[in-house]
């Protein structure tokens, strides 16, 4: 059960990343943006938050083009598990392996504080221990949270039950509340909360654990 | 010149908007922000510049999902 995670310059999240990881039972190992491959082994590839390439252009834009991102996209075509938390997110959109883009916050102010979530699908190796309609806590830091997507593209998502997390309070103008959606075969996740920072009750909450609980749940079983 | 696509709304052009009404600047229906980039290029021929730094905003300078972009050769 091994994790790699990603780190671009301007990363801030990875080692919060790679500790919860490590803390579900992961055998963690770090990949640079320069890396052309991805180390041996790898199971999931996490793309952490933070602020790659300084935000240039637009979040996420540059570190998807970056040489590791190749080795994730061949990773997600292979059936390999992604996640994407925040600039993770928003550079899973840039890089093509999830629709949709994240605009800047719709009260153009970063919101950085515990938000009201409800997991909107059980269905998928990240959201397994949960129930659809479970209502968790996770903390939100961005400035670029605000998905959209064309009307055909939300309409997908969610017939497709493709839709992982919904604000209860929506935050930042998501379009239909969204919080984190899935690949069609519900193996790359891209999501603005941060589960990685709510693992131990010392962070003020514990309910980002079952995300690496379920993930780590999927590999065991397989 | 990259500019976002009619229909996406555009929170920091809405931001200016309210700004230059406030400033007393009447009659302001809309404002939508854009990037200009502006490159230097080796290529001596105009079309094979033009369609070079079409291939750039493709794959790069713009995220085509919401934005669009024009191309001036100067």
Excluded at chain 1, 79 to 106: K, S, W
Excluded at chain 1, 155 to 166: K, T, V
Excluded at chain 2, 30 to 54: C, F, M, P, S, Y
Aim: net charge negative.
């Amino acid at each position: 059960m091994r994790a790699a995670v990603l780190t671009f310059p301007g990363s801030n999240c990875d080692r919060d990343l790679a500790v919860a990881f490590a803390a579900h039972g992961f055998a963690v190992s770090r990949a640079w943006h320069k890396d052309t491959a991805l180390p041996e082994g790898v199971d999931v590839v996490g793309i952490p938050g933070g602020y790659s390439f300084g935000d240039y252009l637009r979040c996420g834009a540059i570190a998807a083009r970056a040489p590791v991102m190749a080795a994730v996209a061949a990773h997600a075509a292979r059936g390999g598990h992604v996640i994407g938390i925040c600039n993770g997110f928003q550079v899973l959109t840039e890089a093509g392996l999830l629709p949709g883009v994240l605009m800047r916050n719709a009260g153009l102010r970063f919101v950085c504080r515990r938000v009201a979530l409800e997991v909107a699908t059980a269905g998928s190796p990240f959201t397994a221990l949960w129930q659809a309609g479970d209502a968790i806590v996770l903390p939100v830091a961005h400035h670029d949270g605000n998905y959209a997507a064309d009307a055909a593209t939300l309409e997908r998502l969610e017939g497709e039950d493709r839709i992982a997390f919904r604000y209860r309070d929506n935050p930042n103008g998501a379009a239909r509340d969204i919080a984190g959606i899935l690949s069609a075969n519900r193996r790359v996740l891209g999501m603005m909360p941060h589960p990685e920072r709510a693992i131990e009750a010392a962070q003020g909450g514990t309910d980002g654990s079952a995300l690496f609980r379920a993930l780590a749940g999927a590999f065991a079983v397989a | 010149m990259v500019t976002l696509k009619p229909g996406v709304l555009d929170p920091q052009g809405e931001a200016v908007r309210h700004a230059l009404g406030a400033l007393g600047f009447t009659g302001v229906d809309g404002v939508r922000q854009g990037k200009l980039i502006e490159l230097d290029l080796a290529h001596a021929d105009r079309a094979a510049a033009e369609a070079a730094v079409r291939a750039m905003c493709e794959k790069l300078l713009a995220n085509t999902v919401i934005e669009t972009y024009t191309v001036e050769i100067g």
